[in-house]
C-alpha cells in the first residue's frame, strides 16, 4: 500500500519567515495531494491541494510543489502569521484512498 | 451552510463496553468516511461510504468495529467491547467529490 513520509514533525519560525513541509510518497499511482491544517481540538481543514496534472499551485500566501518523478511534494508558507500555528498534514490519494502523513507541528514565533 | 457535524464529542467508556459514534455529513454529500487519529499520529482510513455502493471496510481493524449509513446521510461507528488501544479521536469527513474532504470536529474517544 501507499506510504507517505512526511517532515519536520516540529518547526519554528519567526513571524514575517517563511515555512517549508515535504512530504514523499511511495505509490506512482497517487494522483490527488491535498493539504489540511488542524487547530486543537478541530478536525483537519483542507487549505490547499494539488492533482498530478500540476506541478505547482499557489493560494496568497501558501503554495504546494509536486515532483512526480522524485514522489514528492512540498507545502510553503510565506509570510508566517502566529495564527499559522496549527498542525499540517499532508496526504496522497488515488480512487477512494486517502494516505495521510504523521503531521508537523508549525508554531510561528511573534 | 453547515458543516460536518459528530456527536458526542467526548466519549469516556469502560473496558468491554460497546460505543456509537455518530457522523452528520453536509447534506448532499454522497462520499462519507471514516477515520482514527491516535496522539501524535496521522489520519488511519477505516471505512468509506459512496452513494448506495457497499462500503470499503477495508480500513476497519478488528471485527469489533462497525459502521453503517443510513438513507445516505447519518453514518454510525459502532466498536463493540471497546479496548484501552481504541482510545483515540474519531473523525468524519464528507465528500461532494472524490477530492475535497471536509472534516467534522471529531469524537475523543476514552476507554478507562
Known amino acids: 500500500g501507499e506510504n507517505v513520509e512526511q517532515h519536520p514533525s516540529t518547526l519554528s519560525v519567526q513571524e514575517g519567515d517563511s515555512a517549508v513541509i515535504k512530504c514523499t510518497y511511495s505509490?506512482?499511482?497517487?494522483?490527488?495531494f491535498p493539504w489540511y491544517k488542524q487547530e486543537l481540538g478541530k478536525g483537519p481543514q483542507l487549505i490547499i491541494d494539488i492533482r498530478s496534472n500540476v506541478g505547482e499551485k499557489k493560494d496568497q500566501r501558501i503554495a504546494v510543489t509536486l515532483n512526480k518523478t522524485a514522489k514528492h511534494f512540498s507545502l510553503h508558507i510565506t509570510e508566517t502569521q502566529p495564527e499559522d500555528s496549527a498542525v499540517y498534514f499532508c496526504?496522497?490519494?488515488?480512487?477512494?484512498?486517502?494516505?495521510f502523513g504523521t503531521g508537523t507541528s508549525l508554531t510561528v514565533i511573534p | 451552510g453547515a458543516g460536518v457535524s459528530q456527536s458526542p464529542s467526548n466519549k469516556v467508556t469502560e473496558k468491554g463496553k460497546d460505543v456509537e459514534l455518530r457522523c452528520d455529513p453536509i447534506s448532499g454529500h454522497t462520499a462519507l468516511y471514516w477515520y482514527r487519529q491516535s496522539l501524535g499520529q496521522g489520519l488511519e482510513f477505516l471505512i468509506y461510504f459512496q452513494g448506495n455502493s457497499a462500503p470499503d471496510k477495508s480500513g476497519l481493524p478488528s471485527d469489533r468495529f462497525s459502521a453503517e449509513r443510513t438513507g445516505g446521510s447519518v453514518s454510525t461507528l459502532t466498536i463493540q467491547r471497546t479496548q484501552q488501544e481504541d482510545s483515540a479521536v474519531y473523525l468524519c469527513?464528507?465528500?461532494?467529490?472524490?477530492?475535497?474532504?471536509?472534516f467534522g470536529p471529531g469524537t475523543r474517544l476514552t476507554v478507562t
Open positions: 505509490d506512482s499511482a497517487s494522483n490527488y
Open positions: 469527513a464528507s465528500s461532494q467529490t472524490r477530492y475535497e474532504q471536509y
Open positions: 496526504a496522497a490519494s488515488w480512487g477512494n484512498q486517502f494516505y
